[in-house]
């Protein structure tokens, strides 16, 4: 459809009533917005339109794949190896993608990952890696396959021409408060995921009070959307809904997850972490046929976590984007607080995980989140948990360690204790894994 025959009241007529748009009007108005020749004002009615009214099937892959195909999408044609992500709708403490890409790679896979910036009550994967000395995740695409060729995988930022339109469409949700919206999260996640060139995908989909979506009904809509769409493109995907009503692992912030990281690479760390890499691992070779099956996949995925290949994956990929392998070896070489405080218990009770968003939170007053995309955040503040849900503990008992630079201590000391609390009885926790969607 060419811009004379762009029908803007046509297709806002369409939504407003609840009718699917003419086949190619979509596709017609996200090119005219990416091209600027869309009045601002209609492109934020579009997405106004489509967060109250919703859109079917049909139209959700048609905009998904325009703005897919407003910009580039990589090939890895030839490659020898299945292509293979994973996308996380994220938490506190989501650090998985870090052993997980490289697990998968010492598997047989690529994994050429595209991933977000922290924002919020969540933290990115980028800004995790970035907290390894002189590592860069400003990959040129050009550079993708070498890289995938020689390590297997990549962790990169979305450029300026990868899903421009979700760029553009993005913004303007964030300051209309439009960003809660099934089809409009669908199509800007999977956009940029399709444009890696994928064979296969893995979606981890959260529930729970620190997650984007909490509520487990709102979390399967979208984990079948996506899942839909994404199989409309001929990418064999899969989706998992788990627990984030309480961390994953012991540690949130930039530097003390990189740290974990490495622990879980090298098969020690928390059980949770493991448990979810190996889960989603596992999904991710089953559906690249290099596992018979979910059960064989993970046993791999293990395997690799045990016997250091998918530590040798990652610190080669780390010295391939220009980090300081030496800091996996010696994490005093990360950034590190002079100040680390420790939380006590007031009383003594079992440990329950409240507002869990209150973490987040907590490392925004430390100076370790962004508000703001311009932000800068301080890699060396967070939290280390010295309990558990569930654990038993007595008064005066430690509870967090604090990695402070002393801005925003009392704040974050507040915060904590919304997210951490003691009662009389035990909680009833979830498992980590709850439903499998495919």
């Known amino acids: 459809m060419d811009e004379a025959a762009l029908d803007l009241r046509g297709l806002l007529g369409a939504l407003r009533e609840g009718r699917a748009p003419e086949v190619g009007a979509i596709a017609a108005f996200v090119a005219a917005a990416s091209a600027g020749r869309a009045p601002a004002e209609s492109v934020g009615a579009f997405l106004a339109l489509v967060f109250a009214r919703g859109l079917g099937t049909e139209p959700l892959l048609e905009l998904t794949r325009a703005m897919l195909h407003s910009g580039r999408v990589l090939s890895f044609e030839g490659l020898g190896r299945p292509v293979v992500d994973k996308h996380s709708t994220g938490g506190i403490g989501d650090k998985a993608s870090l052993p997980l890409a490289p697990a998968l790679a010492a598997c047989g896979c690529a994994v050429p990952m595209i991933s977000g910036r922290g924002l919020g009550h969540t933290g990115g994967t980028l800004d995790k890696l970035e907290a390894i000395p002189g590592f860069s995740t400003a990959v040129h695409p050009d550079h993708y396959r070498a890289q995938l060729e020689s390590t297997g995988v990549v962790f990169g930022g979305q450029t300026a021409d990868i899903a421009p339109a979700d760029r553009l469409f993005y913004a303007l949700r964030d300051v209309t408060g439009l960003v809660e919206s099934i089809p409009l999260i669908t199509s800007s996640i999977l956009s940029k995921k399709l444009a890696e060139g994928l064979d296969v995908l893995v979606l981890d989909v959260k529930f729970g009070s620190g997650a984007f979506l909490p509520e487990v009904e709102r979390g399967a809509e979208l984990a079948r959307a996506m899942v839909d769409v994404a199989t409309g493109f001929g990418v064999r995907t899969v989706a998992w809904q788990t627990n984030m009503e309480r961390p994953l692992g012991r540690t949130i912030g930039h530097s003390l997850e990189v740290e974990?990281?490495?622990?879980?690479?090298?098969?020690?760390?928390?059980?949770?972490?493991?448990?979810?890499?190996?889960?989603?691992?596992?999904?991710?070779?089953?559906?690249?046929?290099?596992?018979?099956?979910?059960?064989?996949?993970?046993?791999?995925?293990?395997?690799?976590?045990?016997?250091?290949?998918?530590?040798?994956?990652?610190?080669?990929?780390?010295?391939?984007?220009?980090?300081?392998?030496?800091?996996?070896?010696?994490?005093?070489?990360?950034?590190?607080?002079?100040?680390?405080?420790?939380?006590?218990a007031d009383r003594g009770g079992y440990v329950h995980f409240g507002d869990l968003r209150a973490f987040g939170r907590a490392l925004l007053a430390l100076g370790g989140g962004r508000q703001r995309v311009g932000d800068t955040i301080d890699p060396a503040v967070g939290f280390r948990l010295l309990c558990a849900e569930g654990d038993a503990v007595a008064e005066g008992q430690s509870l967090i360690e604090i990695h402070h630079t002393r801005r925003g201590l009392e704040r974050a000391r507040e915060e904590l204790g919304r997210a951490l609390l003691l009662r009389d009885e035990p909680p009833v926790p979830r498992p980590l894994a709850l439903t499998r969607i495919a």
Not at 276 to 285: F, S
Request: proline share 4%.
């Open 260 to 344: 974990e990281s490495v622990h879980c690479l090298t098969g020690r760390g928390p059980s949770d972490l493991r448990e979810l890499v190996c889960l989603l691992g596992g999904e991710a070779l089953a559906l690249a046929g290099r596992a018979a099956d979910n059960a064989e996949g993970r046993h791999r995925i293990a395997r690799c976590l045990d016997d250091g290949s998918a530590f040798e994956v990652f610190a080669r990929t780390v010295e391939a984007q220009g980090g300081d392998t030496g800091a996996l070896f010696d994490p005093s070489r990360l950034p590190r607080t002079r100040e680390v405080q420790v939380l006590g």
